[in-house]
């Protein structure tokens, strides 16, 4: 792959439009795994997704000019699967499986379009919505957020000239290379890149896959991006999401239901995949509520993902619950991935080597860490927080409660309703940085 000049680069684009989003397979590789599953159960639901910006200190509206935002979503609606992606998608093999697409999902993406948008100011920051089924809603998530983050990036090296510019990213390469450095060092490291979502940009997102890829070798195992993965030969990874059982829940008639809700996710997701792909994500509504109750069927599958509890104090909640089951947790595999820098990659790995196979995602922190990078002191080059996530449901508010209450969504008194139901138990409120 021929190397980028990314300073240069940046300072030079002088297109009317210069596309963040260039692709629909600009993407994570759940959102398509979901996408099957829900284009061939639920495609007549309606699902609402909002952006959520928890660094609320941030005034997005301020920093980000309207009119490229809505520029940038406008040439996102233009795009359209190609004939090649579409045929590397019905003929690779992902997770060891030939054909995981079916015939007749490859053929509807052939039209796939995302849908319209409604965006707004409000105490400066931006309202963005997306209403519409929820085959389509669901695929405006990710390219939403990139957007957003890398027009925040933009804007806020507008400023630097191209010897500035230099700096930074001979700064953040360097930075990023001294955590592969420290990677190397684990034994038996599995870790791929899970940082589409609020990377700092695409060019910068391909330039760390592709300094994984020399810097640690056979320990970096893929990338989420599924452009990527079909660029660089590299696998494609990735599970499910959150809004399974977000939506699953807000559709639900009666308390047993909702308290059911999340094993119905497994069950049907288990018609359309198996093997490595047979991982729980249990906090939507809490580990420990969904431990409690889970079907005996729960403990066959493979791994788990646990995603906003302390990665051991997590961990060892899920390995305790497997030994209940009479099954040895050295068979199983957990994956980390939630804000994960190399301090808590190397902790988790000393800790739970030998106990259980491990593999991390690492996200923001391997894409957008470009703290103390820049000549001039700035924070607008910082990651934050920001999420795009279900808020209704045909019509009716969706909730995320998590093992962090800082990352609980939907309207307080559904939060409050799901928490009678659920329980509180072991979620503990913790800083959410990125």
Request: charged share 25%.
């Amino acid at each position: 792959m021929t190397k980028t000049d990314i300073a240069r680069r940046v300072y030079n684009h002088t297109w009317k439009v210069d596309p963040i989003v260039r692709s629909l397979l600009d993407t994570d590789f759940y959102k398509l795994l979901m996408l099957q599953m829900i284009w061939g159960l639920y495609r007549k639901v309606d699902v609402t997704f909002s952006l959520i910006n928890r660094a609320t200190s941030v005034r997005l509206a301020d920093e980000i000019d309207e009119a490229m935002l809505r520029e940038q979503l406008d040439h996102a609606r233009t795009l359209r699967f190609s004939k090649k992606e579409l045929i590397w998608l019905a003929g690779n093999t992902f997770y060891g499986r030939k054909q995981i697409f079916e015939p007749e999902f490859v053929a509807w993406l052939e039209d796939f379009r995302l849908p319209e948008y409604e965006l707004s100011k409000r105490d400066g920051q931006y309202e963005l919505e997306f209403h519409g089924p929820w085959a389509y809603t669901s695929m405006w998530e990710i390219p939403a957020l990139a957007i957003i983050n890398e027009l925040r990036s933009r804007a806020a090296m507008r400023s630097l000239g191209p010897f500035a510019l230099d700096v930074l990213y001979a700064r953040a390469k360097a930075k990023l290379w001294a955590k592969t450095e420290r990677l190397r060092l684990l034994p038996d490291l599995k870790i791929s890149d899970f940082g589409t979502r609020r990377r700092h940009s695409f060019l910068w997102q391909r330039w760390c896959v592709e300094a994984l890829k020399e810097g640690i070798g056979d320990a970096f195992t893929g990338t989420s991006n599924v452009k990527l993965a079909m660029d660089s030969d590299l696998e494609a990874l990735g599970t499910n999401a959150h809004e399974l059982p977000m939506v699953y829940a807000a559709l639900t008639n009666t308390d047993a239901e909702l308290r059911q809700s999340p094993y119905r996710v497994l069950q049907d997701w288990q018609r359309y995949y198996g093997g490595n792909l047979l991982i729980v994500l249990p906090d939507a509504f809490g580990t420990a509520a969904f431990l409690r109750d889970a079907p005996n069927w729960v403990a066959d599958w493979t791994g788990f993902r646990p995603d906003s509890a302390p990665p051991i104090e997590g961990g060892e909640r899920i390995l305790e619950w497997w030994r209940s089951k009479g099954v040895d947790p050295r068979t199983k595999i957990l994956i980390f991935s939630d804000g994960l820098d190399v301090d808590a990659i190397e902790e988790a790995h000393r800790h739970f080597s030998g106990k259980v196979r491990m593999a991390f995602g690492w996200g923001t922190n391997l894409t957008n860490d470009f703290e103390g990078c820049a000549p001039v002191p700035t924070d607008r080059l910082n990651a934050i927080s920001l999420v795009c996530k279900v808020t209704r449901a045909n019509g009716r508010p969706a909730v995320k409660l998590s093992d962090n209450p800082a990352k609980a969504t939907g309207d307080a008194g559904e939060i409050a309703r799901y928490l009678r139901l659920f329980g509180n138990e072991e979620r503990v409120k913790q800083l959410v940085k990125v």
